[in-house]
Each structure stands twice: as structure tokens, then as C-alpha cells.
């Protein structure tokens, strides 16, 4: 059987890191990209290279931050320090403010450009069914067009399969496979506020914490303040 080959792009956060531990389990030889865009919660891309050497795979750091493609992507919370992150639910309107235009097409795009050069049949992300309320680019719609586009792109060069695994996931879901797949929790980063523990309150650090309790999985994270309403487990 030809070696099926994956350019994952891995954030250092917990649903990528899951996603690259499902891509090993399912024998894909996995080439890791993470990206700088400027995001004030950058720590994230020291636990995406440790991902990345857990798992023997060959690591590419793209800087879009000094290439100064950043500069016109203001107004987020993730890349704008004048800008507050929200503290509240992920699925709060006020979260909106944490929309990085068109993020996931750049990502992608260069993703598939390595995808290419590496002769992988296929790039991976790790969108999932709780990021459908705020982003656009991590809805099914997105990903069908994009694998299209991209394809016409690279057209006599490859054919690329955009995987989106956790498309139809929630966050429990990804705990819960990510618990069978022996993922080291402890090992990824998901505060959009980047300080030395996270936060706790922000939209991504409350649906951690939320997503832990209802899968009922013992959450290794050190948060720095307790949420605000804490997430009660399912049934």
C-alpha cells in the first residue's frame, strides 16, 4: 500500500493536537504547519512544535506576521491589542469580535502549496461543529469550496482532499476521542489572552473547561481563574 502522506495544520491547541493524533492512529505520515499571524496567544506555537515532535513529524513555521500580511487583518481580538478577548461562552455574539478575516483560506492555501511539494494527497484542519456560530471559514460550505478551488489551483500538479474530521464534532466529542487516543492534554494550549496559565474566563478556556466536565475526563489544565458560570456534565 503507497504511504498515505497529510500536511496537518496544527495550532498547538487541543483540537488540532486530537486531530493530529487521529491522523497517526489512521497511518497517514503526517507533515505539521503552524502558522505566526500575529495572534497575542502565540505561545500556542511552541505546544504545536512539541505536538509535532511527539509525534516524529517534520514541522514548518510559517510567519505571516513578518511577511506583514498581518497588518491588514485588524480589528480582532486575537491579532488587535487594542482590542479586548470576551470573556463568556464561545457561542456569545460577543465573541465575534475574535473573527480573523479569512484566516483559514490563507492557512489553507499555503497548506496546500506544502501539500504539493511533500506529494500529499491531502491537508487537514480541525474545525468543528462549535466553531459554525462565529466562523464562516470552519463551516462545511467552506471547506467543499475550498477543496475545490484549490484543486483547480494544482490542477495537473496534485489532487489535494481537504479533511475536516470534526466538522460534525463538538468540543466533548473531540475530548472524548482525544481521551481514547491518549492525547496528552496537558501538552496543548487553547487562551485566546496567552498569559502564563490560561485564563479561564475567555470563550475558548470556558468551552474547554466545558468540554472536559460533560465528557467526564479529568482536565490537566491550570486555569488562572475560575469561569464565571461553570459548566455543569451531561447526563
Not at 515532535?53 to 491588514?72: E, F, K, M, V
Not at 487594542?82 to 497548506?111: C, F, K, W
Not at 504539493?116 to 469550496?145: K, L, M, N, Q, S
Not at 487562551?191 to 475526563?217: D, I, M, N, P, S
Request: hydrophobic share 40%; with cysteine.
Amino acid at each position: 500500500m503507497a504511504e498515505r502522506r497529510v500536511v496537518a495544520v496544527v495550532s498547538g491547541g487541543l483540537d488540532s493536537t486530537t486531530m493530529a493524533y487521529q491522523l497517526r492512529a489512521q497511518g497517514y505520515s503526517i507533515n505539521a504547519i503552524s502558522f505566526d499571524y500575529g495572534q497575542r496567544h502565540r505561545r500556542e506555537l511552541a505546544f504545536a512544535e512539541q505536538v509535532a515532535a511527539d509525534l516524529d513529524a517534520p514541522w514548518t513555521l510559517i510567519d505571516l506576521h513578518a511577511a506583514g500580511i498581518t497588518d491588514i487583518l485588524t480589528g480582532s481580538a486575537l491579532t488587535d491589542g487594542s482590542v479586548s478577548v470576551p470573556d463568556g461562552h464561545y457561542a456569545d455574539e460577543s465573541m465575534r469580535i475574535t473573527v480573523v478575516p479569512n484566516r483559514n483560506a490563507i492557512m489553507l492555501s499555503i497548506a496546500s502549496a506544502l501539500a504539493v511539494t511533500r506529494e500529499a494527497g491531502a491537508v487537514a484542519f480541525g474545525a468543528h461543529a462549535g466553531d459554525h456560530f462565529i466562523y464562516p471559514d470552519c463551516r462545511p460550505e467552506f471547506v467543499r469550496a475550498f477543496e475545490g478551488m484549490v484543486n483547480i489551483a494544482v490542477e495537473g500538479l496534485a489532487s489535494i482532499e481537504i479533511l475536516a474530521p470534526f466538522l460534525a464534532m463538538t468540543k466533548t466529542d473531540i475530548v472524548r476521542l482525544g481521551n481514547e487516543l491518549k492525547v496528552p492534554f496537558e501538552r496543548t494550549w487553547s487562551c485566546y489572552k496567552g498569559g502564563e496559565l490560561h485564563c479561564g474566563t475567555c470563550g475558548t478556556c470556558y468551552e474547554r473547561r466545558e468540554a472536559f466536565a460533560q465528557a467526564h475526563v479529568a482536565d490537566p489544565t491550570a486555569y488562572k481563574t475560575e469561569s464565571a458560570v461553570a459548566p455543569q456534565p451531561s447526563p
